[in-house]
Nanobody, 123 residues
Framework: QVQLVESGGGLVQPGGSLRLSCAAS????????IGWFRQAPGKEREGVSCINSSNGGTYYADSVKGRFTISRDNAKNTVYLQMNSLKPEDTAVYYC????????????????WGQGTQVTVSS
């Protein structure tokens, strides 16, 4: 069964850190670009970060540049999102998604999506 499972979300104070994990089962992530997306209540889903499968190239939304870092460990079939200096506006459900191909893609092109993990930044 093909599955993406996110974990690592939770409640954190402003300025804190979390590391999200996106673990794949039923397929290997080696040939998939992986994106992280988030959706806050009442807002549209937005792309947060992405990592290519071909060359490890990474992309970040302006709102998270310098604070978030995406990485992949193909041996563990897992992609991570390290989130530092968290702000209340980072509060959202975070989703990972996989797209078969060498480069990051538009959201509608992703083949598989996880169920999401809640991140809440609040004092």
């Amino acid at each position: 069964q093909v599955q993406l499972v996110e974990s690592g979300g939770g409640l954190v104070q402003p300025g804190g850190s979390l590391r999200l994990s996106c673990a794949a089962s039923g397929f290997t992530l080696d040939y998939y670009a992986i994106g992280w997306f988030r959706q806050a209540p009442g807002k549209e889903r937005e792309g947060v970060s992405c990592i290519n499968s071909s060359n490890g190239g990474t992309y970040y939304a302006d709102s998270v540049k310098g604070r978030f870092t995406i990485s992949r460990d193909n041996a563990k079939n897992t992609v991570y999102l390290q989130m530092n200096s968290l702000k209340p506006e980072d509060t959202a459900v975070y989703y990972c998604a996989a797209d078969y191909g060498p480069f990051c893609a538009a959201p509608y092109e992703y083949d598989y999506w996880g169920q999401g993990t809640q991140v809440t930044v609040s004092s």
